[in-house]
Nanobody, 125 residues
């Protein structure tokens, strides 16, 4: 099993930037497709971004394309989410997730086996 711990959340003004980190322990991060999801107040948890095990193939939700960038450093067992031009509607708890089965990116929440505890991102207007 792998354990995931997110960090980097906080309060930022609209237009600002944050970088979230997710550190994995227990197993090598390179064994997993990694993703970020988020859950805003009163909303369902939704897909944000994913990155494949190899070759750095990425996928993004339309709402964050061009503003968010997912990346990974397998040697550091860490995946990142760089967020720029933040909007109030980006306010949510952001979760890191790992898929142990597939090698390609997937947007389906049910495909991810392991989850972190989440980190709060609040964007003020």
């Amino acid at each position: 099993q792998v354990q995931l711990v997110e960090s980097g959340g906080g309060l930022v003004q609209a237009g600002g930037s944050l970088r979230l980190s997710c550190i994995a322990s227990g197993r090598t991060l390179g064994r997993y497709v990694m993703a970020w999801f988020r859950q805003g107040p009163g909303k369902e948890r939704e897909f944000v971004a994913a990155i494949s095990r190899n070759f750095g193939i990425t996928a993004y939700a339309d709402s964050v394309k061009g503003r968010f960038t997912i990346s990974r450093e397998n040697a550091k067992n860490t995946v990142y989410l760089q967020m720029i031009s933040l909007k109030p509607e980006d306010t949510a708890v952001y979760y890191c997730a790992a898929d142990s089965t597939r090698t390609y990116t997937t947007t389906y929440r049910a495909n991810y086996d392991y989850w972190g505890q989440g980190t709060q991102v609040t964007v003020s207007s």
